[in-house]
């Protein structure tokens, strides 16, 4: 009974609102209409399925028009005056395929923001609804998180499926900055760990709605896997390979701490895998093998280091004993003049300069004939 009086409300509530919508935006452009019309037939009270596929096409076939700006509207006030889970997740995975769609135009949201503002989202209907508020609130985040991505990496991540893709994409990588792309690279990763923090759903829960969420999410998850391999080879060849840069240089220590973040997220996204299993084993090889090398190199300069204070000691050993030198008898023999008579001459302050820069300091030396 419960369940066929939500269902009876959940259609009530469906016509009720296409009916203001209708109203609303009678004196509207025809393809503002058409998006709140698919929006709302997309993102129903009442079933449990994810949205329909058809409607969603509707909505996001606008996304790189002139009308793009009012597809995202029309899904950001759906979500602000909804309070049920059912159409706050379907929205939020409308909205996901719209920024999806329109890679070539969406701009990102300002990050830190809380564009999407669900972080306080609760609907206590039912045990279903409470689980369902739970990936509200981090999938909320999870689309700030990624919307974020396109202004850091100034377009929004396309696949890079193909070869020809994954060069261009290392070609135009490899003309950044060490510490911009460093920066890219670190905010691909915090990415990886805002999705470890996914909600945990008991074993029994099975809702089809979710499934769509773990599927997009898994989507980008391997998009973004692409993007930081392909950043991690080019920091590797500046930061740790021999001849590129000195070892020792400060990117390395900061390369070493976002590969162990990384390798802090393997256990949580293993879960992932099976979807691209090859490219997830070839990631993770990579990471070991880096955060190895770095490793190694940080032992060679501390080596190096040691053997640079040595020398360091052994030359200032050298520049005392020098300075330390005595006045000297020293007696010239010559085969015309030879003579037995000592003069005992003026002393005077020689300077020695000393090419290898051992020492510039006077010696007092006291010259016999």
């Known amino acids: 009974m419960t369940k066929l009086k939500s269902l009876i409300i959940g259609k009530v509530k469906d016509k009720a609102s296409i009916g203001k919508v209708r109203l609303f935006h009678s004196f509207s452009s025809k393809a503002v209409k058409n998006i709140h019309l698919a929006l709302l037939k997309s993102t ?27 597809a995202f509207a029309a899904v950001m006030w759906r979500l602000r005056v909804t309070k049920d889970a059912f159409v706050a997740t379907k929205s939020l995975i409308v909205f996901h395929k719209l920024i999806k769609s329109s890679r070539d135009n969406f701009q990102g949201l300002d990050r830190g923001r809380n564009n999407l503002k ?13 689980e369902l508020s739970r990936w509200v609130k981090w999938y909320a985040l999870y689309l700030d998180r990624l919307s974020w991505i396109s202004k850091v990496l100034g377009s929004f ?16 990588v490899s003309s950044y900055k060490t510490g911009f792309i460093m920066r890219q690279t670190e905010s691909l990763v915090s990415f990886f760990e805002h999705i ?12 089809k ?7 997009l999410v898994i989507q980008d998850y391997f998009t973004v896997v692409r993007l930081v391999m392909i950043r991690l080879q080019v920091l590797s060849e500046r930061l740790i390979k021999p001849g590129i840069e000195a070892v020792g240089d400060s990117g390395s220590n900061d390369l070493r701490l976002v590969l162990l973040r990384i390798e802090e997220c393997k256990k949580s996204l293993s879960g992932l895998f099976w979807r691209c299993r090859r490219l997830a084993e070839d ?17 060679a300069m501390v080596e190096f280091s040691g053997s640079v204070q040595t020398t360091v000691n052994d030359d200032e050993e050298m520049v005392e004993l020098a300075c330390s030198v005595q006045t000297e008898w020293v007696i010239f ?18 300077t020695f300069d000393d090419p290898m820069g051992l020492t510039n300091e006077p010696v007092r030396f006291s010259l016999y004939t």
Not at 334 to 346: G, I, L, M, Q
């Open 118 to 130: 669900l972080n306080d989202f609760s609907d206590v209907s039912s045990n279903l609804t409470i």
């Open 209 to 215: 709605i979710v499934d769509e969420i773990r599927e």
């Open 283 to 299: 990631f993770w090889c990579m990471v070991e093998i880096l955060k190895a090398e770095t490793v190694i190199n940080d032992r």
């Open 157 to 172: 991540p396309n696949l890079l499926e193909s070869s020809k893709e994954k060069s261009i994409e290392k070609d135009c």
């Open 44 to 70: 129903t009270h009442t079933c449990h399925k994810p949205p329909d596929s058809n409607y969603v096409s509707d909505v996001i076939s606008y996304s790189n028009s002139r009308h793009g700006p009012a």
């Open 196 to 207: 470890c923090t996914r909600p945990e759903t008991p074993p029994l829960f099975q809702n």
């Open 333 to 350: 023999s010559d085969s015309e003049s030879a003579t037995d008579e000592v003069v005992n001459c003026d002393s005077e302050w020689v």
